[in-house]
Protein backbone atom coordinates (compact mmCIF):
# COMPACT_ATOMS: atom_id res chain seq x y z
CA UNK A 1 0.00 0.00 0.00
CA UNK A 2 1.38 3.49 -0.41
CA UNK A 3 1.64 6.23 1.77
CA UNK A 4 1.69 9.78 2.15
CA UNK A 5 4.96 10.48 3.58
CA UNK A 6 6.48 13.93 4.94
CA UNK A 7 10.34 13.56 6.04
CA UNK A 8 11.94 16.07 7.62
CA UNK A 9 15.54 16.83 7.06
CA UNK A 10 17.55 17.00 3.80
CA UNK A 11 20.90 16.38 5.05
CA UNK A 12 22.42 13.00 3.80
CA UNK A 13 20.07 10.82 5.84
CA UNK A 14 16.60 12.49 5.22
CA UNK A 15 17.46 12.97 1.16
CA UNK A 16 18.12 9.35 0.86
CA UNK A 17 14.66 8.45 2.94
CA UNK A 18 12.85 10.56 1.01
CA UNK A 19 14.45 9.15 -2.35
CA UNK A 20 13.97 5.26 -0.86
CA UNK A 21 10.51 6.01 -0.19
CA UNK A 22 9.77 7.67 -3.82
CA UNK A 23 11.36 4.56 -5.25
CA UNK A 24 9.15 2.50 -3.71
CA UNK A 25 5.90 4.36 -4.89
CA UNK A 26 4.99 6.38 -1.62
CA UNK A 27 3.89 10.40 -1.88
CA UNK A 28 6.76 12.00 -0.38
CA UNK A 29 7.40 15.32 0.74
CA UNK A 30 10.77 16.08 1.92
CA UNK A 31 11.16 19.29 3.95
CA UNK A 32 14.04 21.51 5.07
CA UNK A 33 14.62 24.75 6.07
CA UNK A 34 17.77 24.96 3.77
CA UNK A 35 18.26 23.31 0.20
CA UNK A 36 19.45 19.83 0.80
CA UNK A 37 23.49 19.10 1.70
CA UNK A 38 23.89 22.19 3.39
CA UNK A 39 24.15 21.28 6.63
CA UNK A 40 26.19 18.08 8.83
CA UNK A 41 26.41 16.34 5.27
CA UNK A 42 28.28 18.98 3.63
CA UNK A 43 31.37 19.27 6.43
CA UNK A 44 32.60 15.70 6.27
CA UNK A 45 35.82 14.12 4.96
CA UNK A 46 34.00 12.50 1.71
CA UNK A 47 34.65 8.81 2.58
CA UNK A 48 32.28 6.16 2.63
CA UNK A 49 33.86 4.05 5.08
CA UNK A 50 33.15 0.40 4.16
CA UNK A 51 35.32 -0.34 6.58
CA UNK A 52 33.68 0.99 9.39
CA UNK A 53 32.70 -2.17 11.05
CA UNK A 54 33.09 -1.34 14.48
CA UNK A 55 31.85 2.27 16.07
CA UNK A 56 33.86 4.61 17.65
CA UNK A 57 34.24 3.76 21.23
CA UNK A 58 35.31 6.11 23.73
CA UNK A 59 38.70 5.84 24.65
CA UNK A 60 39.10 3.42 28.22
CA UNK A 61 43.09 4.24 28.38
CA UNK A 62 43.82 6.31 31.02
CA UNK A 63 46.24 8.21 29.42
CA UNK A 64 44.32 8.75 26.40
CA UNK A 65 41.72 10.11 28.41
CA UNK A 66 43.69 12.26 30.48
CA UNK A 67 45.16 13.49 27.25
CA UNK A 68 41.78 15.06 26.22
CA UNK A 69 41.13 16.07 29.67
CA UNK A 70 44.19 18.28 29.36
CA UNK A 71 43.91 19.61 25.54
CA UNK A 72 47.16 17.57 24.83
CA UNK A 73 46.02 16.00 21.57
CA UNK A 74 43.87 16.93 18.69
CA UNK A 75 41.52 14.62 18.01
CA UNK A 76 39.53 15.50 21.17
CA UNK A 77 38.73 18.68 22.50
CA UNK A 78 35.80 20.03 24.60
CA UNK A 79 34.18 23.58 25.95
CA UNK A 80 32.87 23.11 29.34
CA UNK A 81 29.65 24.34 29.26
CA UNK A 82 29.40 22.00 26.64
CA UNK A 83 31.19 19.22 28.17
CA UNK A 84 28.75 19.52 31.97
CA UNK A 85 25.96 19.74 29.23
CA UNK A 86 26.55 16.16 27.78
CA UNK A 87 28.52 14.47 30.48
CA UNK A 88 25.15 12.12 31.42
CA UNK A 89 25.57 11.10 27.71
CA UNK A 90 29.28 11.32 27.88
CA UNK A 91 29.27 8.68 30.88
CA UNK A 92 26.99 6.22 29.14
CA UNK A 93 29.14 6.25 26.14
CA UNK A 94 32.11 5.17 28.27
CA UNK A 95 30.10 2.43 29.80
CA UNK A 96 29.06 0.94 26.34
CA UNK A 97 32.16 1.53 24.88
CA UNK A 98 33.91 -1.46 27.73
CA UNK A 99 35.68 -4.24 25.32
CA UNK A 100 32.45 -6.78 25.80
CA UNK A 101 29.79 -4.25 24.89
CA UNK A 102 31.97 -2.74 22.35
CA UNK A 103 32.37 -6.12 20.49
CA UNK A 104 28.11 -6.66 20.96
CA UNK A 105 26.81 -3.19 19.38
CA UNK A 106 29.68 -3.95 16.63
CA UNK A 107 28.17 -6.90 15.53
CA UNK A 108 24.85 -5.36 14.95
CA UNK A 109 26.78 -2.27 13.33
CA UNK A 110 28.45 -4.31 11.06
CA UNK A 111 25.15 -5.68 9.81
CA UNK A 112 24.35 -2.23 8.40
CA UNK A 113 27.75 -0.91 7.59
CA UNK A 114 27.92 -4.28 5.27
CA UNK A 115 25.69 -2.66 2.81
CA UNK A 116 26.91 0.95 2.36
CA UNK A 117 28.78 0.59 -1.16
CA UNK A 118 25.98 -1.57 -2.60
CA UNK A 119 23.43 0.76 -1.33
CA UNK A 120 25.18 3.71 -2.44
CA UNK A 121 26.26 2.73 -5.58
CA UNK A 122 22.42 1.64 -6.62
CA UNK A 123 21.69 5.58 -5.92
CA UNK A 124 24.70 6.30 -8.03
CA UNK A 125 23.83 4.88 -10.62
CA UNK A 126 20.55 6.48 -10.28
CA UNK A 127 21.85 9.84 -10.20
CA UNK A 128 24.96 9.60 -12.97
CA UNK A 129 27.07 10.55 -10.10
CA UNK A 130 30.04 8.43 -11.17
CA UNK A 131 32.26 11.66 -11.51
CA UNK A 132 32.19 12.54 -7.67
CA UNK A 133 33.62 9.04 -6.62
CA UNK A 134 36.64 7.61 -6.89
CA UNK A 135 36.94 3.42 -5.14
CA UNK A 136 40.33 4.06 -4.01
CA UNK A 137 40.07 2.90 -0.29
CA UNK A 138 41.19 5.39 2.61
CA UNK A 139 44.25 5.28 4.27
CA UNK A 140 45.12 5.41 8.17
CA UNK A 141 48.86 6.64 8.65
CA UNK A 142 50.54 5.77 11.36
CA UNK A 143 53.64 8.15 12.81
CA UNK A 144 55.46 5.72 14.90
CA UNK A 145 56.33 1.74 14.73
CA UNK A 146 54.52 0.51 17.41
CA UNK A 147 51.23 2.41 16.64
CA UNK A 148 52.10 1.30 13.49
CA UNK A 149 52.38 -2.37 14.78
CA UNK A 150 49.02 -2.35 16.57
CA UNK A 151 46.98 -1.09 14.33
CA UNK A 152 47.85 -3.16 11.67
CA UNK A 153 47.24 -5.89 14.25
CA UNK A 154 43.90 -4.76 14.81
CA UNK A 155 43.24 -4.36 10.62
CA UNK A 156 44.42 -8.14 10.08
CA UNK A 157 41.53 -9.29 12.43
CA UNK A 158 38.94 -6.86 10.86
CA UNK A 159 40.15 -8.54 7.62
CA UNK A 160 39.55 -12.03 8.90
CA UNK A 161 35.84 -11.62 10.30
CA UNK A 162 34.53 -9.07 7.64
CA UNK A 163 36.25 -9.84 4.63
CA UNK A 164 37.42 -6.43 4.12
CA UNK A 165 39.76 -5.77 1.37
CA UNK A 166 43.00 -4.45 3.07
CA UNK A 167 46.77 -3.66 2.51
CA UNK A 168 49.24 -2.80 4.72
CA UNK A 169 52.12 -0.17 3.85
CA UNK A 170 55.37 -0.23 5.14
CA UNK A 171 57.30 3.17 5.69
CA UNK A 172 58.37 3.15 2.20
CA UNK A 173 55.35 1.84 0.71
CA UNK A 174 53.57 4.71 1.65
CA UNK A 175 56.76 7.07 0.57
CA UNK A 176 55.92 5.52 -2.78
CA UNK A 177 52.33 6.29 -2.50
CA UNK A 178 52.11 9.57 -1.52
CA UNK A 179 55.60 11.46 -2.89
CA UNK A 180 53.99 15.02 -1.84
CA UNK A 181 54.96 13.54 1.84
CA UNK A 182 58.08 15.53 3.33
CA UNK A 183 58.52 13.71 6.45
CA UNK A 184 58.71 10.08 6.87
CA UNK A 185 55.99 7.57 8.05
CA UNK A 186 55.83 4.47 9.96
CA UNK A 187 53.36 3.32 7.34
CA UNK A 188 49.69 2.93 6.70
CA UNK A 189 46.71 0.68 6.89
CA UNK A 190 44.75 0.94 3.34
CA UNK A 191 41.16 -0.23 3.74
CA UNK A 192 40.33 -0.60 -0.20
CA UNK A 193 36.79 -0.82 0.04
CA UNK A 194 36.09 2.65 1.00
CA UNK A 195 34.65 5.15 -1.40
CA UNK A 196 35.58 8.26 -1.74
CA UNK A 197 33.68 11.50 -2.69
CA UNK A 198 35.21 14.76 -4.44
CA UNK A 199 31.91 16.75 -3.27
CA UNK A 200 30.10 15.32 -0.44
CA UNK A 201 27.56 17.92 -0.64
CA UNK A 202 26.84 17.43 -4.28
CA UNK A 203 26.35 13.61 -3.58
CA UNK A 204 23.35 14.74 -1.59
CA UNK A 205 22.24 17.35 -4.53
CA UNK A 206 22.31 14.49 -6.61
CA UNK A 207 20.29 11.96 -4.49
CA UNK A 208 17.72 15.02 -4.35
CA UNK A 209 17.28 15.37 -7.77
CA UNK A 210 16.74 11.99 -8.35
CA UNK A 211 14.19 12.30 -5.87
CA UNK A 212 11.92 15.03 -7.77
CA UNK A 213 12.56 13.50 -11.13
CA UNK A 214 10.39 10.07 -9.79
CA UNK A 215 7.69 12.53 -8.02
CA UNK A 216 8.85 13.44 -4.70
CA UNK A 217 8.25 17.06 -3.64
CA UNK A 218 10.98 18.92 -1.41
CA UNK A 219 9.60 22.26 0.04
CA UNK A 220 11.29 24.81 2.58
CA UNK A 221 9.68 24.67 5.96
CA UNK A 222 9.80 24.57 9.95
CA UNK A 223 10.35 20.81 11.13
CA UNK A 224 9.65 22.18 14.69
CA UNK A 225 6.16 22.99 13.59
CA UNK A 226 5.25 19.42 13.14
CA UNK A 227 2.12 18.97 14.78
CA UNK A 228 -0.12 15.50 14.76
CA UNK A 229 -3.50 15.75 13.38
CA UNK A 230 -6.66 13.36 12.90
CA UNK A 231 -5.20 10.67 10.98
CA UNK A 232 -1.61 11.73 10.62
CA UNK A 233 0.81 14.89 10.59
CA UNK A 234 1.02 18.43 9.37
CA UNK A 235 4.30 20.32 9.12
CA UNK A 236 4.33 23.89 8.44
CA UNK A 237 6.29 25.23 4.88
CA UNK A 238 6.60 28.88 3.64
CA UNK A 239 4.12 27.85 1.39
CA UNK A 240 1.35 26.38 3.48
CA UNK A 241 0.81 23.18 5.03
CA UNK A 242 1.86 19.68 4.36
CA UNK A 243 -0.36 16.85 5.89
CA UNK A 244 0.77 13.24 5.88
CA UNK A 245 -0.38 9.80 7.34
CA UNK A 246 3.44 9.45 8.11
CA UNK A 247 6.33 11.59 9.60
CA UNK A 248 10.21 10.96 9.19
CA UNK A 249 12.34 12.47 11.80
CA UNK A 250 15.95 13.19 9.86
CA UNK A 251 16.82 16.16 11.55
CA UNK A 252 20.64 15.28 12.50
CA UNK A 253 21.89 16.85 15.17
CA UNK A 254 18.53 18.82 15.74
CA UNK A 255 16.52 15.30 16.37
CA UNK A 256 17.07 15.82 20.20
CA UNK A 257 15.02 19.08 20.64
CA UNK A 258 12.35 18.26 18.79
CA UNK A 259 11.74 14.56 20.20
CA UNK A 260 12.65 15.34 23.56
CA UNK A 261 9.46 18.40 22.93
CA UNK A 262 7.36 15.15 22.13
CA UNK A 263 8.29 13.82 25.03
CA UNK A 264 11.01 11.40 23.94
CA UNK A 265 14.48 10.64 26.46
CA UNK A 266 17.13 9.30 23.98
CA UNK A 267 20.47 9.57 24.57
CA UNK A 268 21.39 12.00 22.21
CA UNK A 269 24.32 14.18 22.31
CA UNK A 270 26.34 16.02 19.14
CA UNK A 271 30.10 16.24 18.22
CA UNK A 272 31.34 19.16 16.88
CA UNK A 273 33.76 19.38 13.72
CA UNK A 274 35.45 21.84 11.53
CA UNK A 275 37.12 21.63 7.91
CA UNK A 276 38.50 24.38 5.44
CA UNK A 277 39.80 23.82 2.14
CA UNK A 278 43.39 24.61 0.95
CA UNK A 279 44.36 25.48 -2.85
CA UNK A 280 47.79 26.01 -4.82
CA UNK A 281 49.59 23.09 -3.04
CA UNK A 282 49.72 19.62 -2.67
CA UNK A 283 46.77 17.09 -2.06
CA UNK A 284 46.60 13.32 -1.26
CA UNK A 285 46.36 10.62 -3.63
CA UNK A 286 43.72 8.67 -1.18
CA UNK A 287 41.79 10.14 1.51
CA UNK A 288 44.20 9.80 4.59
CA UNK A 289 43.31 9.90 8.45
CA UNK A 290 46.92 11.16 10.45
CA UNK A 291 45.69 8.82 13.18
CA UNK A 292 48.25 9.82 16.17
CA UNK A 293 47.06 12.98 15.17
CA UNK A 294 43.46 13.20 14.79
CA UNK A 295 42.82 14.91 11.61
CA UNK A 296 41.45 13.56 8.15
CA UNK A 297 42.70 14.74 4.64
CA UNK A 298 41.31 14.62 1.55
CA UNK A 299 41.78 16.12 -1.74
CA UNK A 300 38.07 17.65 -3.09
CA UNK A 301 36.95 19.84 -5.86
CA UNK A 302 37.69 23.26 -3.81
CA UNK A 303 41.46 21.76 -2.83
CA UNK A 304 42.36 20.16 0.28
CA UNK A 305 40.16 18.95 2.77
CA UNK A 306 41.45 19.31 6.16
CA UNK A 307 38.67 17.84 9.24
CA UNK A 308 39.30 17.57 12.33
CA UNK A 309 38.02 15.16 15.20
CA UNK A 310 35.56 15.80 17.69
CA UNK A 311 34.80 18.41 19.53
CA UNK A 312 32.29 19.18 22.82
CA UNK A 313 30.87 21.74 22.55
CA UNK A 314 26.98 23.11 22.41
CA UNK A 315 25.90 23.31 19.12
CA UNK A 316 25.44 27.74 19.22
CA UNK A 317 28.58 28.11 21.04
CA UNK A 318 30.89 29.90 19.38
CA UNK A 319 34.03 28.20 17.30
CA UNK A 320 37.50 27.53 18.73
CA UNK A 321 40.01 27.42 16.63
CA UNK A 322 42.48 24.96 18.23
CA UNK A 323 42.06 21.85 16.47
CA UNK A 324 41.96 23.11 13.09
CA UNK A 325 44.82 25.37 13.45
CA UNK A 326 46.86 22.42 15.09
CA UNK A 327 45.73 20.05 12.42
CA UNK A 328 46.75 22.80 10.18
CA UNK A 329 50.16 23.51 11.60
CA UNK A 330 50.64 19.40 11.32
CA UNK A 331 50.16 19.34 7.92
CA UNK A 332 52.52 22.17 6.72
CA UNK A 333 55.08 20.37 7.96
CA UNK A 334 54.10 17.13 6.32
CA UNK A 335 53.33 18.47 2.45
CA UNK A 336 53.21 22.05 0.40
CA UNK A 337 50.22 23.01 2.10
CA UNK A 338 48.06 25.72 -0.32
CA UNK A 339 46.26 29.02 1.07
CA UNK A 340 42.58 28.79 2.17
CA UNK A 341 39.67 28.84 -0.44
CA UNK A 342 37.69 29.83 2.88
CA UNK A 343 37.36 33.17 4.86
CA UNK A 344 36.53 31.33 7.85
CA UNK A 345 36.53 27.34 8.60
CA UNK A 346 33.08 25.75 8.36
CA UNK A 347 31.73 24.35 11.67
CA UNK A 348 28.55 21.39 11.82
CA UNK A 349 27.79 19.46 14.52
CA UNK A 350 27.47 15.39 14.36
CA UNK A 351 24.35 13.56 15.95
CA UNK A 352 25.62 10.76 17.99
CA UNK A 353 24.18 8.30 20.02
CA UNK A 354 24.89 7.28 23.37
CA UNK A 355 25.38 3.83 22.35
CA UNK A 356 26.93 4.24 19.22
CA UNK A 357 23.97 3.00 17.13
CA UNK A 358 21.74 4.73 15.30
CA UNK A 359 18.14 5.12 16.07
CA UNK A 360 15.89 3.97 13.43
CA UNK A 361 12.12 2.71 13.14
CA UNK A 362 8.82 3.49 15.08
CA UNK A 363 8.40 5.87 17.62
CA UNK A 364 7.04 4.28 20.72
CA UNK A 365 4.50 6.74 21.73
CA UNK A 366 3.09 8.00 18.50
CA UNK A 367 1.35 6.11 15.54
CA UNK A 368 2.88 6.74 12.53
CA UNK A 369 6.12 8.72 13.58
CA UNK A 370 9.23 7.05 12.65
CA UNK A 371 12.90 7.96 13.57
CA UNK A 372 16.10 7.96 11.32
CA UNK A 373 19.28 9.80 13.60
CA UNK A 374 22.20 9.18 15.24
CA UNK A 375 24.51 8.01 13.07
CA UNK A 376 27.67 10.44 14.37
CA UNK A 377 30.70 9.62 12.63
CA UNK A 378 29.14 7.65 9.70
CA UNK A 379 25.82 9.42 8.76
CA UNK A 380 27.64 10.45 5.02
CA UNK A 381 28.22 6.37 4.99
CA UNK A 382 24.93 5.03 6.25
CA UNK A 383 22.83 7.50 4.33
CA UNK A 384 21.42 4.73 1.84
CA UNK A 385 21.45 1.43 4.08
CA UNK A 386 19.68 3.06 6.87
CA UNK A 387 16.94 4.22 4.23
CA UNK A 388 15.97 0.93 2.95
CA UNK A 389 16.32 -0.42 6.33
CA UNK A 390 13.61 2.42 7.60
CA UNK A 391 11.46 1.83 3.89
CA UNK A 392 11.17 -2.20 5.01
CA UNK A 393 9.93 -0.86 8.13
CA UNK A 394 7.45 1.66 7.61
CA UNK A 395 5.80 -1.39 4.54
CA UNK A 396 5.88 -3.76 7.41
CA UNK A 397 7.72 -6.26 5.38
CA UNK A 398 11.27 -8.31 6.19
CA UNK A 399 14.10 -5.79 7.14
CA UNK A 400 17.03 -6.80 4.43
CA UNK A 401 18.95 -6.44 7.75
CA UNK A 402 18.91 -6.89 11.38
CA UNK A 403 16.64 -4.11 12.58
CA UNK A 404 16.26 -4.56 16.26
CA UNK A 405 19.31 -3.10 17.41
CA UNK A 406 18.68 0.30 16.13
CA UNK A 407 15.05 0.23 17.08
CA UNK A 408 13.78 2.95 19.42
CA UNK A 409 12.39 0.78 21.62
CA UNK A 410 15.65 -0.16 23.12
CA UNK A 411 15.17 3.33 25.30
CA UNK A 412 12.37 3.82 27.43
CA UNK A 413 9.68 6.38 27.19
Not at 93 to 119: C, D, F, M, N, Q
Request: hydrophobic share 40%; glycine share 12%; charged share 20%.
Amino acid sequence: MAHDIVVLGAGMIGTCTALELTLRGHAVTLVDRQPPGRETSYGNAGVIQREAVEPYAFPRDVRAILGAAFGRGLDIHYQAAGLFAALPQLMRYWWHSAPRRHRRIGKAYAGLIAHVTEEHGRYMALAGAQDLVRREGLRLMYRSGHAMEAAAAHAQQLHRDHGIGLDLLDAHALAAAEPAFRIPMAGAVHWLDSWSVSDPGALVERYESVFRQRGGRFARGDASSLRERAGGWEVRLDEGVVQARHAVVALGPWSDGLTRRMGYRLPLFIKRGYHRHYAGGDGVNVPTLDAERGYVMSSQRRGLRITTGAEIARMDAPSTPRQLAGAETEVRKLLNLGLPVEAQPWLGSRPCCADMKPVIGRAQRHKGLWFNFGHGHHGFTLGPASARLLADLIEGGTPYTEATAFSPSRFPC
